[in-house]
T-cell receptor
Framework: GEDVEQSLFLSVREGDSSVINCTYTDSSSTYLYWYKQEPGAGLQLLTYIFSNMDMKQDQRLTVLLNKKDKHLSLRIADTQTGDSAIYFCAEIPMDSNYQLIWGAGTKLIIKP | EAQVTQNPRYLITVTGKKLTVTCSQNMNHEYMSWYRQDPGLGLRQIYYSMNVEVTDKGDVPEGYKVSRKEKRNFPLILESPSPNQTSLYFC????????????FGPGTRLTVL
């Protein structure tokens, strides 16, 4: 079946760039998403990319999609303490009836 | 304000005592879902509903029931809770379509003793 994989933790220094990686197995994915979950809160959509794009930039966020390798990444420039959160990668395969397939989430830890 | 609300936010209960977690959205969304979040497993979909009176099983439906009698409400029912249902539960809604943003509720932390 479909699968989405992420590392569970990433630790970066404040001010550095963070790169959170995600791999997926379903080549028919239509949309790929990054959600952010701050401590004690629900999930908030950060950004998404349609499968016919290979890059999307939004202020400090850059999403890169490599369809050949089925690899999605989220780069956060100039990482701040407010970026501490769990970041979830998710995809919607073509025939999924709009059901999202979720990764396990990457906890981003910011070191001062 | 557009939002998804869940109640209660926290609940501690005992094995076998029926409970309901309510979910309500004020955005006239057609599509609603319930997820559970467990450490290292991410989000797993329990049930979803594509419209009133239309519900379907997600990845982990065992031990749960849902109903969708009105568009705005999508309650999650645990008829006989067990300790393995201790988890963080999220309700979500979206208008429709693959590109539409899912809006999440604040979560309900359930502990079953």
């Amino acid at each position: 079946g479909e699968d989405v994989e992420q590392s569970l933790f990433l630790s970066v220094r404040e001010g550095d760039s963070s790169v959170i990686n995600c791999t997926y197995t379903d080549s028919s994915s239509t949309y790929l998403y990054w959600y952010k979950q701050e401590p004690g809160a629900g999930l908030q959509l950060l950004t998404y990319i349609f499968s016919n794009m290979d890059m999307k930039q939004d202020q400090r966020l850059t999403v890169l999609l490599n369809k050949k390798d089925k690899h999605l990444s989220l780069r956060i420039a100039d990482t701040q303490t407010g970026d501490s959160a769990i970041y979830f990668c998710a995809e919607i395969p073509m025939d999924s009836n709009y059901q999202l397939i979720w990764g396990a989430g990457t906890k981003l830890i910011i070191k001062p | 304000e557009a939002q998804v609300t869940q109640n209660p936010r926290y609940l501690i209960t005992v094995t076998g005592k029926k409970l309901t977690v309510t979910c309500s959205q004020n955005m006239n969304h057609e599509y609603m879902s319930w997820y559970r979040q467990d450490p290292g497993l991410g989000l797993r979909q329990i049930y979803y509903s594509m419209n009133v009176e239309v519900t379907d099983k997600g990845d982990v439906p065992e031990g749960y029931k849902v109903s969708r009698k009105e568009k705005r409400n999508f309650p999650l029912i645990l008829e006989s809770p067990s300790p393995n249902q201790t988890s963080l539960y999220f309700c979500a809604s979206n208008l429709a379509g693959a590109g539409d943003t899912q809006y999440f509720g604040p979560g309900t932390r359930l502990t079953v003793l």
